[in-house]
Nanobody
Framework: QVQLVESGGGLVQAGGSLRLSCLAS????????MGWFRQTPGKEREFVAA????????EYEDSVKGRFTISRDNAKNTVYLRMNSLKPEDTAVYYC????????????????????WGQGTQVTVSS
């Protein structure tokens, strides 16, 4: 069955960096796009970034542009989220998810466009 497993979260000081990984299995990884979302208690899950099947097309939420980089290694069935210049407001549980393709922002911003989710990894940024 389809499985997504995130890792790489942790506690970091403001200004620091982390790299999240999402290992996928149970489907043809290099045929589908992927996305990262984040969620804090009491709030809806928020779009962070997406990448198409080849890695040639990416999208980012405005607040992370220039700080976060999404990438993928299709040989390793893994998508990454490199997070630099972290801020306390980046504190959240981060989830990876499967997206069929990158279309419009209004679609990829919506959790309903994603067909499977990982269990999440906690990122905490201290001030």
């Amino acid at each position: 069955q389809v499985q997504l497993v995130e890792s790489g979260g942790g506690l970091v000081q403001a200004g620091g960096s982390l790299r999240l990984s999402c290992l996928a299995s149970g489907y043809t990884f290099d045929s589908l796009a992927m996305g990262w979302f984040r969620q804090t208690p009491g709030k809806e899950r928020e779009f962070v970034a997406a990448i198409n099947w080849s890695g040639g097309n990416t999208e980012y939420e405005d607040s992370v542009k220039g700080r976060f980089t999404i990438s993928r290694d299709n040989a390793k069935n893994t998508v990454y989220l490199r997070m630099n210049s972290l801020k306390p407001e980046d504190t959240a549980v981060y989830y990876c998810a499967i997206l069929s393709e990158i279309t419009t922002r209004s679609i990829i911003n919506n959790t309903s466009a994603y067909s499977a989710w990982g269990q999440g990894t906690q990122v905490t940024v201290s001030s």
